[in-house]
C-alpha cells in the first residue's frame, strides 16, 4: 500500500514562495507518475502539476512560470516549488499517484495524500 504525506503548506504574503513536499513509502517510486492537486473552498479539485517516472513534467496554465514541479528518487519524494504566489493560489494542495500511467489524472490517480493547506495573503 502507497502512502503519500505532503509537508510545506503554510501562509504567505503575496509574492512570496513555499515549497511542498510529498514523501512515500513505495521503494519502487522511480517508476510512478506523481502529481500536484489543488482544492480551494467550494471548488472542484484541479490538476498543478505532474511529473513522470523518466522526468517529464506539465503545469496547467495559470503556474507555468512560477511552479516548479521535480523528484527525488533516492528520497522517493515530489516536491512543488512555488514562487510568485498570488491569492488566487490558496487552495489545499494535495500529492497523487499513478502506478499505471505515465501521467496523473484527477481521475485515475490511485493514491492521495492528505492534503496541506496553503494560504497567500493580499
Known amino acids: 500500500q502507497v502512502q503519500l504525506v505532503e509537508s510545506g503548506g503554510g501562509l504567505v504574503q503575496a509574492g512570496g514562495s513555499l515549497r511542498l513536499s510529498c514523501a512515500t513509502s513505495?521503494?519502487?517510486?522511480?517508476?510512478?507518475?506523481m502529481g500536484w492537486f489543488r482544492q480551494a473552498p467550494g471548488k472542484e479539485r484541479q490538476f498543478v502539476a505532474d511529473?513522470?517516472?523518466?522526468?517529464?513534467?506539465r503545469y496547467t496554465d495559470s503556474v507555468k512560470g512560477r511552479f516548479t514541479i521535480s523528484r527525488d528518487n533516492a528520497r522517493n519524494t515530489i516536491y512543488l516549488q512555488m514562487n510568485s504566489l498570488k491569492p488566487e493560489d490558496t487552495a489545499v494542495y494535495y500529492c497523487?499517484?499513478?502506478?499505471?500511467?505515465?501521467?496523473?489524472?484527477?481521475?485515475?490517480?490511485?493514491?492521495w495524500g492528505q492534503g496541506t493547506q496553503v494560504t497567500v495573503s493580499s
Open positions: 497523487a499517484a499513478d502506478t499505471r500511467r505515465d501521467y496523473v489524472s484527477v481521475f485515475t490517480a490511485n493514491y
Open positions: 513505495k521503494l519502487t517510486f522511480s517508476a510512478y507518475a
Open positions: 511529473i513522470s517516472g523518466s522526468g517529464r513534467t
